[in-house]
């Protein structure tokens, strides 16, 4: 026998069984097995997969006064996140630090929504994006898994949404002893508007690291007569060389590889060089030298004058983030 039917409202939206309860759905009704409990006392009629289709169901439940936060804030709002932290599964509250945490085998719970600015994504309530990159600070550290490149990319996609780095600075500045404090204001005069995705900030690291100029995100591409061209991923206007990220972000967000091919010859045709760069330009340490080289050849720069090993996403001065001692009187 099938199951009864749902209030219709209840069918479309994640619902508390006491909320059924009240509304004359049985108990027997509730254990049926075309429901989901995505989380105790809730059930949906499809299994939710989506942050923001998880995110609804435990705000059926949540405290009067919260806000999604940490990894699942910065999920909600299109931070980008590396892959150990964009794997986490729990979905991140924050409350009052004066309530109780929310404690749910699926939830991290979080103190201190006082101090947070708070923002609106699809009805839900969200810390706002320059709040959310100060929270990333609570994963830096020796064995944690965010690292300073994670963080700058993260401030980018942020100076992109409140429109420069004013407000990650003060978001730093407001808080308390944050965690990661130090890499966070090192990371903060790094960050720039712009970059369309994480590795075209990781792409612009690894040029200026290595002693080349630093070029512009996404800016206008202009043949000799002022025609337009299109956007250039990183542009160094006065060499009139563009930087171009071929990755699978790159085609999913742009247009496919016929069209792209076309865009490209109409930059060249206009008298710019386009010069390609790929992941394993990033992360391959002979990858990255060779179009290291390449680059500097373009931009008029020596390539004797490189540093290759600056440029290397994994190395870091030790003196970079060292905190600075207190002479003893």
Excluded at 161 to 171: H, I, N
Excluded at 215 to 236: E, K, M, T
Excluded at 287 to 294: F, I, N, S, V
């Amino acid at each position: 026998m099938d199951p009864a039917p749902l209030p219709e409202d209840l069918a479309t939206r994640p619902f508390t069984a006491a909320a059924a309860l009240a509304r004359g759905v049985t108990r027997r009704r509730l254990r049926a097995q075309d429901l989901w409990t995505p989380t105790r006392g809730v059930r949906t009629v499809e299994l939710p997969t989506t942050v923001l289709e998880r995110a609804r169901a435990f705000a059926a439940v949540a405290p009067t006064e919260f806000a999604f936060s940490h990894v699942t804030a910065a999920q909600l709002l299109g931070i980008p996140l590396p892959y150990a932290v964009e794997d986490d599964c729990l979905v991140h509250i924050v409350s009052p630090t004066a309530a109780n945490r929310m404690r749910r085998p699926e939830v991290r719970g979080h103190r201190g929504l006082e101090g947070r600015e708070v923002v609106e994504v699809d009805g839900l309530p969200v810390v706002s994006p320059a709040d959310t990159w100060a929270d990333l600070g609570e994963f830096v550290g020796p064995g944690r898994p965010v690292g300073l490149d994670d963080l700058i990319a993260a401030g980018d996609a942020v100076a992109n949404l409140v429109g420069g780095t004013w407000p990650l600075r003060r978001a730093v500045e407001r808080r308390v002893r944050p965690r990661g404090k130090v890499t966070l204001t090192y990371a903060i005069p790094r960050i720039r508007l712009g970059a369309w995705s994480a590795m075209e900030t990781r792409s612009r690291l690894m040029v200026v690291r290595a002693g080349l100029p630093e070029p512009q995100h996404n800016i206008d591409v202009v043949s000799h007569a002022g025609r337009w061209l299109g956007c250039g991923d990183l542009v160094w206007e006065e060499q009139r060389v563009v930087g171009e990220y071929q990755g699978a972000e790159f085609h999913t967000r742009l247009k496919d590889r016929a069209r792209d091919g076309v865009r490209r010859d109409g930059i060249e045709r206009g008298d710019w060089t386009v010069v390609e760069i790929v992941a394993a330009d990033v992360f391959d340490r002979q990858c990255r030298a060779a179009k290291l080289r390449e680059l500097a050849g373009h931009l008029g720069v020596s390539a004797h004058l490189l540093d290759v090993l600056a440029a290397d996403p994994q190395f870091l001065a030790p003196a970079q983030f060292a905190r600075p001692r207190r002479r003893r009187a």
